[in-house]
Each structure stands twice: as C-alpha cells, then as structure tokens.
C-alpha cells in the first residue's frame, strides 16, 4: 500500500489542478482576469515607447483657444480641416485617419475645400459611425434576452465618402474598462475598423509581394486581386479588397501559418529595408488571421503616444517644420479629452483615460508592431493551470504547515515574475488570479484542513470523517452544477405576427440615412405598441420587417384572439402613421403594411453564438407566417390570417379566401382575411363579405360564369376589392382553359 503522504501529496495535488480547471471556465474568472490580472501585468511593466511611425494631432482646448473656433468640433469651418490635409500630406505623412464625424454638411465652399484636399492627399481615412439602436420590446422579460439591437453604418457626406480613400469606423465596446478593440466588426457585415483600414494603406508598399505570396499558396484567390496597390486607390476598393482577404483566411485557417512559412523560406541577405518590409508583410497576414477583436497592448497614459495639437500641426505644416515629425507616419487626427469637460470621448484604462483617437493609434501601432496582447491558447492555459495547481498541492501537502505555507508564497512570486516577464518581453498574457488567488490559497488551506483533520485522528473521529468527506462532497455538488448544461429554448405552442411595408426600398434610396432612421423609428413604435399592449413580444426587427409572437404552453383562442387583435391595431396605427408622414415625405405617405398570421407550435428561447444572442421563435410556424404576410402583395388585402390561428375565436369580421400552396410548402392552407373587430364592421361591408362567399363557393364547384358574377357584384358593391380581381383572373384563365378531372380549387403560387 502506498505511504498515506503520497495518497494525500497526489490527491491534494489532483484536486487543486482539478480546481483550477473548472474554475477558469466561469465567467467571472475571464472577467477577474481581465481586471486584475491583465491590469495589473500592465501596471508591473509600466509604460513603454511606442513606435515612431504613428502619431497623434489632438484637436484640444488648447487648439480652439489658438485658433479661435468654437470648443464644439461640428462648428469648426472645413477649411481649417482642408488646411490641416494639405500640410500633413505636403510633410509626407503615410496614411490620414481622422477619428471626427462628417455625417453633416457646411457651407458647399467648407465642403468642397475639404474634398478637394483629402482627394490631392490619396491617403485619408474618414471615420464612418456606428450606430447603435437598441429597443426594448418586453420590459419584464429577461435583460438582454428580448432587446433587440440594430447597427448601420453612418458615413460622411458624399463629397466627403467619394473623395477618401476609405472609410472606416472605430467601434468599442463601452465598458468600464476598455481593454480590447474590433479588427472586423462581425455585427455590422465585417466591417474592418479604422485600425486595421489604416495598416493596410500605411503597408501598401509590400501590397505586391503580399499578392505574390498568396499566389504561391492560394492561387485561386489571388486571381481575384488587384496584383498592385495603384489598382486600389478608387474610392471603396480599400474596404473591398480588406474584406475578402478577411473571408479568406477566415475560410482556410491553415492559410496564414503557409504564407508565414514561405515567407521564411524566401528570407533573403539580411538589410534593414529587407527585414522591416519582412516584418511589415509578417504583421500584415497575422492581421487577417485569428479572432475579430484583439487585447490592447497599452503604451502607456494619455501623451505617451507622439502627439501634437492641431494648431501646432497646422501651423507648423503650414510653415514647412512638420515634415520631420510627420514624413512616412501614420497620423491619427481626433478628439482630445482635454477639449470638453464631459468627456464623451474618453475610454477609460488600465494607465488611466485615453481620447477615442489615442485608442485607435494604438490599436494601429499594435498592428504595425504584431504585438497585441495575446493569451495562452486554451490548451495551453488549462496545461498550466493543472501543472501549477498539482505542484503546488504536492508541495503544500509534503511539507510542514509553516513551511508549506512559506514554499507556496515564494512559488507564487516566481510564478509572478515569470508572468511578468513573459508579458513584457513578448506580451503573451498568463493567468494570475486562478493561481494565486484560488489555486495557492486552497492548496494552503486544504492541506492545514487535512493535517488537521490527521492530528486529531484519535480524539475527533467524527470530525474527522466530516473534515475529510464532507468539503469533496461539496466541491463535487458545485461541479456538477457548473458542468450541467442549461438552455432557456423551449417548444410552445405560439402565434407569429409577420409584417411587411412596401415602398421601404424606393424610400431608403431617397431619404437621407438619418431621417429615415429617424422615420423607421417612430414606424416601430407605431407597430410596436399594439403588440405589447395585446400581450405579444417582438422577437426580431429585420429591416422594415417585424415579427411578435404570443405563445403558451397549450392552444390558448384567447391568446390567438390577442394577437388578431394586435394585428387589427398595428393596421389603424400604421394608417395614423402614414396620415401623420404626408408631409413629409415625396409621392404619398408610403409604408403601407401586409400583415400575416399563423399558429402552431415551435421553438422559442435564445438562438446565437460567441457573444450575440437574440431572443427568437423557430419553427415552420414562422416561415409559413412570413409567406402569408407576403401574400397580401397578390390579394390586395392587409391582414391574412390562416384558418389555424381563427380557430375558435369571435369577434371578428372575417372573409375565407380560398386554400392556398405557397412557395416552398408541401401543405395547402385555407387563408381568411380579418377585416375589422366585429362592432366596427359596416353593413355594407358585411354584404361584401356575403357576396364573396357565395363566389368562391361557385369557384370551387367550377361554376366559372356564376362566379364571375358575384366577383363583379362585389367589386361593384365596394368600389375596390383585391381578393376579387385575383379571382375574377383565375376565373378567366379557368374558362379559357380545357376541362380537366385534376381540376382543384387550391391556388398554386409560384413566387414569393
């Protein structure tokens, strides 16, 4: 049997390492990570030099005072900004980013001075927004599984876009403390962000040998590629071309080590033009490799990047002094946090608050260098984190309680250090909290336990079955708990309200893109209301286009009853809305709404991956909704709803309009139209409502010329009726066709 100390060394070792494994997967554990182990390996290294080819102009306080121009930014004439273009580009500056809106046009003369100049310079950068919308569409739901969230991109003014040669936006996370930057934006179609925009102009020189060297391991996707930079230099080619180098390292993962292996294999006579372009295309493919977003590798406070005022840049490119500053640099113009006291533009740090463009020069630099910060691969963290934890657990449990104590206060030093020196050498990030703020101190406190536990053997037997089984039986309850899967999905039976505008692609192509963000807005709550009003959630916003669903575990008519009502509501509210829009928009009101409704049972939880989930209903119910929403565009009708979600239900003037087979669909539907709440129905409109029954029932015996008739009396009766001229053509292609024995009164579709 073996010594009871090595069963004790190798199962308070096995433990430890265990704990440290499970520990590290919790959320909480990445988030103390970041806070106190990322935080404080960069306090421990301290600022450090940032590289000489990237600068900053920060439009400060001081700069208004000198120049004379208001404190806010958007009343600052164009002509300054044109002036500041000019003397950058005139003292060789590589590559112009400028971290500053211009969503809002000046004087044409402003305008035009500014795209002239940043068309002369070839090498600007024009910051593009992002723009967040978040609506809440079930307040007690919840948080964050029935928020919905829109992004779009908001670029300058046409002058402006046109003349750039691209555009870029520069999305953070807001969060206590920034930590880490996009590359590509997945939320907004793989935007590429500034930073990485930035680096690909300030590399242009080896784009050559980039498109070389992809040929020689991919050449299918080099074909598709300007083999030189002069080809790109048409305003959104930038952008183009970043994005499919994007999918396809993002397609082939192997791609990047290839290209990085024959890159070493073509190393040529060592010279330092020779090794910084090598370096220069090295950072380059590692750029279009790996994740989205990227850890900051920080520099230090705010001013430790090269920075210069505005007016200074102005002044001095004016007067020919800036081109030893300035000449084959990137420079990054932008708000600083000294110019408003409110300090919108501020991120906060783990060296204190750096401005919106400080930031993005240092993402930039991080780039240029192939430096950011980069974590242990998951494999190699859980390697350490088990190693750490057995050796410590080993050692605690071998040596006297002092001297275990003792041993793991200096192992937690060297393992410190080692951090610390692997973090500032080459910026590769190891765990600390883990492992030394709950693997060491469980190591101490688990081994005094036990031996405590041993030295009173004799005198406590009771106490010391409880002090040896009870603690693993309690770690081995929360692990179970931590390892049990958990999902919020589940099958109800539901109704899905599907709507639709027409016109909305017409309008987005003559509306300016914040007017009619602003106008969708207000179209959404119009829409909205109703349904929150009558116990619906809005499960997703696509667009123009809504979908809310009510569900509950069993059929529920009343609940089905809610949601015709709801769709009767958004009809009268979107009319209202329309009424309002008059005036305001060219050719009519626009935004008409088709309205379908379908119930049945289906999927209805959290659907998503990485760090974006929505709140959505899947099943066939909400594709079939879709296509009786899509079907009001053939009937001329509003609210189409099927006969599953009528079932059982009152209280609503209503009209079959035949069996229908969509596109797509092996099952034909029988569709109604809802037409109003029964107490609002006319008599008029209850005679229509007759004379189409007795129509379609003569259609369907194929009494073609009787049911002519009552098509016609209908439209007579109420001026104007889709469902009839549907008819009424099916009618006359019926007739003017041979009698057949498959003959079937189900209406085919054959389009969307």
């Known amino acids: 049997m073996a010594d009871p100390r090595i069963r004790r060394a190798l199962l308070l070792a096995a433990l430890t390492g265990s704990i440290g494994l499970c520990t590290t997967v919790l959320p909480v554990a990445t988030a103390l990570e970041e806070s106190l182990g990322l935080d404080l ?3 421990l290294r301290g600022p450090r030099p940032a590289p000489a080819d990237v600068m900053v102009v920060a439009i400060d306080r001081e700069s208004a005072e000198a120049l004379n121009v208001p404190t806010r930014l958007e009343k600052w004439p164009r002509t300054m900004h044109a002036r500041l273009v000019d003397a950058l580009s005139g003292a060789g500056a590589a590559v112009i980013a400028f971290d500053v809106m211009f969503d809002e046009p000046q004087t044409l003369a402003h305008d035009t001075a500014l795209a002239r100049a940043v068309s002369r310079a070839r090498n600007v950068v024009l ?14 739901g919840p948080p964050g599984e029935s928020d919905l969230i829109v992004e779009r991109l908001v670029p300058p003014i046409p002058a402006l876009s046109d003349a750039a040669v691209a555009l870029a936006p520069l999305p953070l996370p807001k969060v206590p403390t920034l930590r880490q930057y996009w590359k590509f934006k997945a939320g907004a179609g793989d935007t590429t962000t500034m930073p990485a925009v930035a680096f690909q102009l300030f590399a242009r020189d080896v784009y050559s040998d980039f498109v070389r060297l992809l040929a020689e391991v991919h050449p299918a996707e080099a074909l598709t590629l300007p083999p030189d930079w ?10 183009r071309v970043i994005q499919t180098l994007r999918g396809t390292f993002a397609a082939s993962p192997t791609l990047a080590p290839r290209m990085l292996s024959r890159l070493e294999r073509l190393r040529g006579p060592p010279s330092p033009a020779a090794d910084a372009a090598r370096w220069k295309l090295a950072a380059l493919i590692r750029m279009y490799d790996g994740d989205d977003s990227n850890y900051l590798n920080l520099y230090g406070p705010s001013g430790t990047i090269s920075t210069m005022s505005y007016h200074q840049a102005l002044t001095d490119g004016s007067a020919g002094r800036a081109a030893a500053s300035v000449r084959g640099k990137v420079v990054f113009v932008g708000l600083s946090e000294r110019l408003r006291p409110e300090r919108k533009d501020d991120f906060h740090t783990a060296f204190g608050d750096l401005s919106g463009v400080e930031v993005a020069a240092t993402a930039f630099a991080n780039l240029l260098e192939d430096r950011p910060v980069r974590s242990l691969s998951t494999a190699a963290q859980l390697i350490t984190l088990a190693l750490w934890g057995a050796a410590i657990g080993a050692l605690c449990s071998l040596s006297s309680a002092p001297l275990g104590a003792a041993a793991t206060i200096g192992a937690s030093f060297a393992y410190a250090w080692a951090a610390w020196y692997r973090f500032s050498s080459s910026a590769e990030w190891w765990p600390l909290v883990v492992p030394l703020l709950v693997q060491a101190p469980l190591a101490v406190l688990g081994s005094l336990l036990w031996k405590s536990v ?16 009870l603690p693993q039986d309690e770690v081995d309850r929360v692990l179970r708990n931590i390892d049990r899967a958990r999902t919020s999905s589940r099958i109800v039976y539901g109704t899905c309200l599907a709507t639709d505008t027409a016109g909305y692609t017409k309008l987005a192509e003559q509306m300016d893109p914040g007017e009619l963000g602003r106008l969708l807005n207000e179209y959404y709550a119009a829409v909205f209301q109703p349904v929150r009003r ?9 667009g123009d286009s809504v979908l809310a669903i009510w569900a509950t575990s069993q ?6 009853r809610q949601a015709c009502l709801a769709a009767c509501e958004v009809a009268k509210a979107v009319d209202g809305f329309r009424h309002e829009l008059a005036d305001r928009l060219t050719g009519g009101a626009g935004l008409p709404t088709r309205i379908g409704l379908h119930s049945g049972r289906m999927s209805l939880g959290t659907i998503g991956a990485l760090d974006h989930y929505e709140f959505r209903a899947v099943g066939d119910i909400v594709n079939t909704a879709t296509r009786i929403q899509e079907l009001n565009k053939y009937l001329g009708t509003r609210i189409l709803v099927s006969a599953d979600t009528l079932n059982e239900i009152e209280g609503f003037l209503t009209r079959e309009l035949g069996t229908f087979l969509m596109v797509g669909k092996t099952q034909p539907l029988v569709l109604h139209e809802v037409l109003s709440p029964s107490g609002e129905a006319s008599p008029q409109l209850r005679g229509v409502c007759g004379l189409f029954r007795h129509g379609l029932v003569a259609y369907r015996n194929q009494a073609f010329d009787e049911a002519v008739l009552r098509f016609q009396e209908t439209l007579k009766s109420r001026g104007e009726d889709g469902p009839s001229r549907f008819y009424l053509r099916l009618c006359e ?10 003959w079937t009164s189900v209406v085919r579709m054959d389009a969307k």
């Open 41 to 43: 390996l960069l306090a």
């Open 127 to 140: 910051f593009e927004s992002l723009k967040r919308e978040m609506v809440i569409v079930h307040p007690a």
């Open 230 to 239: 002069a080809a790109l230099e048409t305003r959104g080619h930038v952008e």
């Open 454 to 469: 041993e030295t009173d053997r004799e005198r406590k037997a009771v106490r010391r079955a409880f002090g040896f089984y």
């Open 534 to 542: 009558h116990g619906g959630i809005v499960s997703d916003v696509i």
């Open 555 to 560: 059929p529920d008519a009343g609940l089905r």
């Open 733 to 742: 292609r019926a007739r003017s066709e041979p009698r057949s024995e498959s």
